[in-house]
């Protein structure tokens, strides 16, 4: 399948400290990626140079040609003075039709938000709201920073089931950059670590079980992982019986990054 956006060797600058170096990517459709690295190793200057908005010191990215993105922002400065209703917010900059914007809305998990100012909204809703927009744009590629920051798990759960939806529905890639690494694993094709360079990258389960991810994330996480691969992988394919403990990693498919 034909990438829909692929870097080679792209390396970022800021403030002459180099934030990202050579880091290969690439996605396609209907993939859901998921950027995992602790604070300050660079996941969101990664998506703002993906979409073109944070220029490169070295290296490339290619989009494929009249690509439809959606990018939904960590943030969004708000001046508090200004007076602006979801709807309008959503017809901007070119008005979109009533049940266009309910519909986006629904979908984005904001249903009925539609007269409310911006200003008074929670964080989770004002981001449910800036995915509505980014769907009305009917995208190929979603791209979400931090989407489920201020959610509480049950939300964040919920959250994800829905981008896996609006994906099985439409077909369009994701890339999003998380923290709940037990969430996202259930919710993710790929996860890449991310702390400057590529640390390890791969299927969910590989990622969880390379030294290098464990390395950044310790052990704090393992208990959480452990529960997901308690939850979710039940199915075991290899023949030799042996007891799995919920709390102890399968050693055979570790794999160091
Ligand atoms: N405009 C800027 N000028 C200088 N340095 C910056 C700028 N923006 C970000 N940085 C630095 O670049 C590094 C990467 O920042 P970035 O926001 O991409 O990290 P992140 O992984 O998204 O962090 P977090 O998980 O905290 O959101 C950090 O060390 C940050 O301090």
Request: charged share 20%; glycine share 8%; aromatic share 4%.
């Amino acid at each position: 399948m034909s990438a829909l956006i692929e870097a080679s060797d792209l390396s970022v600058r800021l403030d002459g400290r180099i934030v990202l170096e050579d880091v290969d990517f690439t996605i396609a459709a209907h993939e859901i990626v998921t950027v995992v690295g602790p604070n300050g190793s660079g996941k969101s200057t990664f998506l703002r140079a993906l979409i073109g908005a944070q220029p490169l010191a070295s290296g490339s990215v290619r989009r494929a040609p009249g690509l439809r993105l959606g990018y939904v922002p960590q943030k969004l400065p708000l001046d508090p003075s200004l007076p602006l209703s979801v709807a309008r917010f959503l017809s901007l900059p070119r008005r979109v039709p009533a049940q266009a914007a309910a519909q986006a809305l629904a979908e984005a998990g904001a249903a009925g938000l539609e007269n409310r100012q911006l200003n008074d909204l929670s964080g989770g809703q004002l981001q449910r709201v800036l995915l509505a927009r980014a769907l009305l744009n009917e995208p190929q590629i979603l791209l979400l920073d931090e989407p489920t920051q201020g959610l509480d798990q049950p939300g964040s759960a919920a959250f994800y089931r829905q981008i896996e939806a609006l994906r099985d529905r439409t077909g369009c890639a994701v890339l999003m950059v998380s923290h709940e690494l037990h969430v996202v694993m259930s919710a993710s094709d790929r996860v890449i670590c991310l702390n400057g360079h590529v640390c390890c990258e791969g299927h969910p389960e590989v990622v969880a079980q390379a030294e290098a991810y464990r390395a950044l994330f310790g052990t704090g996480t393992q208990g959480a992982l452990a529960l997901y691969r308690h939850e979710h992988h039940h199915s075991h394919d290899h023949a030799h019986p042996h007891p799995h403990a919920h709390g102890d990693a399968d050693k055979e498919h570790a794999h160091a990054g």
